[in-house]
């Protein structure tokens, strides 16, 4: 069993379109996070959620929306797709992640999207 | 705003040779991790470390961590094809949960 599985593994879209990335982990984590990895493989963060309270919000366009409907899952809305955001998106998650300074990260296996 | 530079960001070597990856942080950190992520997948765990001036070890794997918690390196000792992907550290400033990501180090060993 995947620990933590997104889906779809590719994505390829036109511009302004809005499209949909989702992500579960069965862990039994308490946080999960969206990192966008880009071209010259510079991983950064963008969201992250604790028992779905949003705890970490990057300065990331408000056309990307996260929901996270329970603490298992936390899905990425995209609306008006740019060509900038051509990226691989991570969803990771982690035991506790709130206020605590040693856990790891566990990673799904990325969603490739190209907006053309 | 707080970086975390690795260096270099690119290496190839032969199999057999050595490689080491540096990290460096512009702020003191908690601790410091390290992933290994191969062509095509995602970021690894590989290793945490804690205390000033630790030094770990996982096979022919050998992580350090600055004495003044600000820089940390991964040396790889006679290098496998299976060693290939890109590293990257990330540390935990000071007073701070966000990990922040090294810009990471592609090792190619070429056999």
């Known amino acids: 069993d995947t620990a933590v599985s997104q889906t779809p593994k590719y994505l390829v879209t036109q511009m302004g379109n809005d499209k949909s990335i989702k992500c579960e982990q069965n862990?039994?984590?308490?946080?999960m996070y969206w990192y966008k990895q880009d071209s010259k493989k510079f991983l950064k963060i963008m969201f992250s959620?604790?028992?779905?309270?949003?705890?970490i919000n990057e300065t990331v366009p408000n056309r990307f929306s996260p929901k996270s409907p329970d603490k298992a899952h936390l899905n990425l809305h995209i609306n008006s797709l740019e060509l900038g955001d051509s990226a691989v998106y991570f969803c990771?998650?982690?035991?506790?992640?709130?206020?605590?300074?040693?856990?790891?990260?566990?990673f799904g296996s990325g969603t490739q999207l190209s907006v053309l | 705003g707080q970086q975390v530079m690795q260096i270099p960001q690119y290496q190839h070597v032969q199999e057999g040779e050595d490689f080491t990856t540096y990290c460096n942080s512009s702020?003191?950190?908690?601790?410091i991790q390290w992933y290994k992520q191969r062509p095509g997948g995602h970021p690894v765990f590989l290793i945490q470390?804690?205390?000033?001036?630790e030094v770990k070890k996982q096979k022919r794997l050998t992580f350090q961590f600055g004495e003044a918690k600000k820089n940390s390196s991964l040396h790889i000792t006679a290098t496998q094809t299976t060693d290939v992907g890109t590293y990257f550290c990330?540390?935990?400033?000071?007073?701070?949960?966000?990990?922040?990501f090294g810009t990471g180090t592609r090792l190619k060993v070429l056999a």
């Open positions: 990771a998650s982690s035991l506790s992640g709130l206020r605590t300074t040693n856990e790891k990260l566990f």
């Open positions: 862990l039994g984590h308490d946080t």
């Open positions: 959620y604790n028992n779905k309270e949003l705890i």
């Open positions: 702020t003191t950190l908690s601790n």
């Open positions: 470390l804690v205390k000033s001036g």
């Open positions: 990330a540390g935990l400033p000071e007073g701070t949960y966000k990990y922040i």
